[in-house]
């Protein structure tokens, strides 16, 4: 039997919002599932929120209420792991630790057929590790998906290093056939999503370490000159700096303290403050006291002040002698000395993003009228301007220089290939373009520059540029 015949029994362990999930896409697609959970009637109840939950699909005509009926049948708790005999899938959804992990699949071994495949939807351990403890690891894959399942499209197919290649193979056309994206990985830490995502978050905080911006500022730049869907801090807010602050540092030490993976000091004190974001009432953001959103910092521009020129943020140009240039990761004083001339630096625009916000740094001799009438012209333009400190890489750039650069590190390593890793982020994180493709539209050179530039700035050596960007860069 193939692994997409509708035929085939799929038992999920793990009945909490994942693994609910989970059971629903399978189910959905045609499968007869059996939903286990340690906790008595967790199973029952799974199934009767879900029954909730389709109602009122049912009720916004996004189904009918036949197909919801034959969805919720073909989904069957289960008091025992015994009573999962017949899957021939079996796919784990619950709590984060290895032993734990570990135990519960020796037993299903013994309890499932010796073809049926042992599916793991494990977001940070080892899969290899987790296998360890089989008589056949070469069964053992991971599945991992995203939160909510049935939503979210992306399934990292994640092989130990005992994986056999046609297991791999059969749980990602299954991925496939349920309506999912399916990139395949190798089991290192974070896989691919947790570990490419880690500098939206990490560049974020030391730009508030550093005093760059406000959140709010630093988040607009983000969501309206970048075209991500959330601002780095919105996103921390809601999913917990707990959470957060954990995933960080877990990943930080399986890369045995590498510090491009550094978690930062000022998310330890809200994990410490117990300011953990939206669930607390309080991260980044006040959400007891704010009835709205706190304002980004904005550049004023009068219309009247505008050039009779308009200006475009991806090629420099010369205006009344002033040199406006995009980031190429120095800071404007060092490019005004070298031209022996002023110089504005302008950040990375998504010229898709909705917004169209822009950050720009001068060089101290700019005169201020003349940045009142570039933020005019621009404004005119359908571009909100916001004047930063004169910092290197400044916001957009920097971030997706280092986003890009973990994804070339990720494809060196043999950890997924490029196409995998722009997949995974985009459908996997809702990113705007996948941040190797998004390096490539900047030009390679370019974003190397921009590492090799704070990385000589800063001395700080997060900044390193991947052999395998600075081999690209070359070709």
């Not at 049926?116 to 089989?134: C, E, F, G, K, M």
């Not at 999503?193 to 607009?220: G, H, K």
């Not at 950040?347 to 003349?370: E, I, K």
């Amino acid at each position: 039997m193939s692994a997409t015949d509708h035929k085939r029994i799929v038992a999920v362990i793990g009945a909490g919002t994942m693994g609910a999930g989970i059971a629903q896409v399978a189910a959905a697609y045609g499968h007869q599932v059996l939903l286990y959970d340690v906790a008595p009637d967790a199973a029952r109840a799974a199934k009767a929120g879900l029954s909730q939950r389709l109602d009122s699909r049912v009720a916004r005509a996004k189904m009918t209420a036949d197909e919801a009926n034959a969805l919720l049948d073909r989904i069957r708790p289960v008091a025992d792991l015994a009573d999962l005999a017949g899957a021939g899938l079996v796919i784990e959804a619950i709590v984060e630790d290895l032993a734990i992990k570990q135990t519960v699949f020796a037993e299903l071994e013994k309890t499932v057929a010796d073809d049926a495949i042992l599916a793991t939807n494990t977001s940070s351990i080892s899969v290899t590790s987790i296998a360890r403890a089989l008589a056949a690891p070469e069964r053992m894959v991971g599945m991992h998906f995203f939160n909510p399942a049935p939503v979210m499209k992306l399934v990292e197919v994640v092989s130990g290093r005992a994986t056999a290649p046609e297991v791999a193979q059969a749980v990602f056309d299954l991925a496939g056939a349920w309506g999912k994206v399916a990139v395949r990985a190798k089991s290192t830490p974070g896989f691919i999503v947790n570990r490419v995502a880690r500098p939206f978050y990490a560049e974020a905080l030391r730009l508030f370490e550093e005093q760059v911006a406000s959140p709010a500022t630093l988040d607009a730049l983000m969501t309206d000159g970048g075209g991500f869907r959330m601002g780095p801090f919105a996103l921390m807010d809601l999913i917990g700096h707990d959470v957060n602050y954990a995933v960080s540092q877990s990943v930080f030490d399986a890369f045995y303290q590498d510090p491009r993976f550094r978690p930062s000091l000022a998310q330890r004190e809200l994990v410490n403050a117990g300011h953990l974001g939206r669930k607390s009432g309080r991260g980044f953001y006040d959400y007891a006291k704010d009835t709205s959103a706190p304002t980004p910092q904005t550049e004023p521009a009068d219309p009247d002040l505008a050039l009779p020129t308009p200006i475009d943020p991806m090629h420099p140009c010369v205006i009344d002698g002033i040199h406006i240039v995009p980031s190429d990761g120095r800071l404007a004083r060092q490019i005004a000395r070298e031209k022996g001339a002023p110089v504005m630096v302008l950040d990375l625009l998504n010229a898709d993003a909705p917004g169209q916000r822009l950050g720009f740094a001068t060089s101290p001799d700019v005169p201020q009228d003349m940045v009142a009438r570039v933020a005019a012209t621009l404004q005119g333009q359908g571009i909100v301007c916001t004047h930063l400190p004169d910092w290197p890489g400044l916001v957009v750039m920097r971030t997706v220089g280092m986003l890009a650069n973990e994804g070339f590190e990720a494809v060196l390593q043999g950890v997924a290939s490029e196409s995998d890793v722009d997949a995974a982020m985009q459908f996997g994180l809702n990113y705007p373009k996948g941040p190797i493709a998004w390096a490539r539209d900047i030009g390679l050179g370019r974003v190397l520059a921009v590492l090799d530039n704070l990385q000589g700035l800063t001395g700080d050596p997060r900044y390193r540029a991947s052999l395998g960007l600075r081999m690209a860069a070359m070709e």
